[in-house]
């Protein structure tokens, strides 16, 4: 069975660094074609992808938001670190991470999400 | 402003049968990549649907189908029930964005 959780703190200041962690099983990403994705939902708004990072260690960004992210991984321990830098009040959303096979592929497994609300 | 365009709301009666619309671009589903389908119940993370185009993950019902033509794609639902009204988002992967992209969604409300 695949699950997935995110974890990180609910409340950041503006102008602070997010550092969320994603701890999952069922896989692993040393596995050919797996990938663990980063994505967010604003309060009542659309799905917005963030980033990827795969078994073969390329990493993928959105390009609207590529210069304050960094995606990282530790196979050994099942997680994956996504860093969001310079943080504002417009990046208030659930964060998602989530399994995929290939950049290309379905997201197949979901994480429950993790609120992040940015404030001063 | 979303990548792939789906219409903010549709609805239909129990029963009856409902299409979403998602549009894209050549670089994206008019380029050949891959259409998947996600159904959010409010307060819940997402769930996938369909994958690649017309292909329905163990458990989903086959009241839930998936097309794909050109730069567009659907998801049509028939058979309408109360459970069904939920947000419904396309995905898909985009070759001059290099990740992947997500329509806008679409409320579902069964009248």
């Known amino acids: 069975q695949v699950t997935l959780r995110e974890s990180g703190p609910a409340l950041v200041k503006p102008t602070q660094t997010l550092t969320l962690t994603c701890t999952f099983s069922?896989?692993?990403?040393?596995?050919?074609?797996?990938?663990v994705n980063w994505i967010r939902q604003p309060p009542g708004k659309a799905l917005e992808w963030l980033a990827l990072?795969?078994?073969?260690?390329?990493?993928y960004y959105s390009t609207s938001l590529k210069t304050r992210l960094t995606i990282s991984k530790d196979t050994s321990k099942n997680q994956v670190v996504l860093t969001m830098t310079n943080m504002d009040p417009v990046d208030t959303a659930t964060y998602y991470c989530?399994?995929?096979?290939?950049?290309?592929?379905?997201?197949?497994?979901w994480g429950q999400g993790t609120p992040v609300t940015v404030s001063s | 402003q979303p990548v792939l365009t789906q219409p903010p709301s549709v609805s239909g009666a129990p029963g009856q049968r409902v299409t979403i619309s998602c549009t894209g671009s050549?670089?994206?589903?008019?380029?050949?990549?891959?259409v998947h389908w996600y159904q959010q119940i409010p307060g819940t993370a997402p769930k996938l649907l369909i994958y690649v185009n017309n292909n329905r993950p163990s458990g989903i019902p086959d009241r839930f189908s998936g097309s794909k033509s050109g730069a567009s794609a659907s998801l049509a639902i028939t058979g309408l029930q109360a459970e069904d009204e939920a947000d419904y988002y396309c995905?898909?992967?985009?070759?001059?964005?290099?990740?992947?992209?997500f329509g806008g969604g679409t409320k579902l409300t069964v009248l």
């Open positions: 069922g896989f692993s990403l040393s596995t050919g074609a797996m990938c």
């Open positions: 050549s670089s994206n589903i008019g380029g050949g990549f891959d």
């Open positions: 990072i795969d078994w073969d260690d390329d990493e």
């Open positions: 989530a399994r995929s096979r290939g950049i290309v592929g379905a997201i197949d497994s």
């Open positions: 995905q898909s992967y985009d070759s001059s964005l290099s990740g992947s992209v």
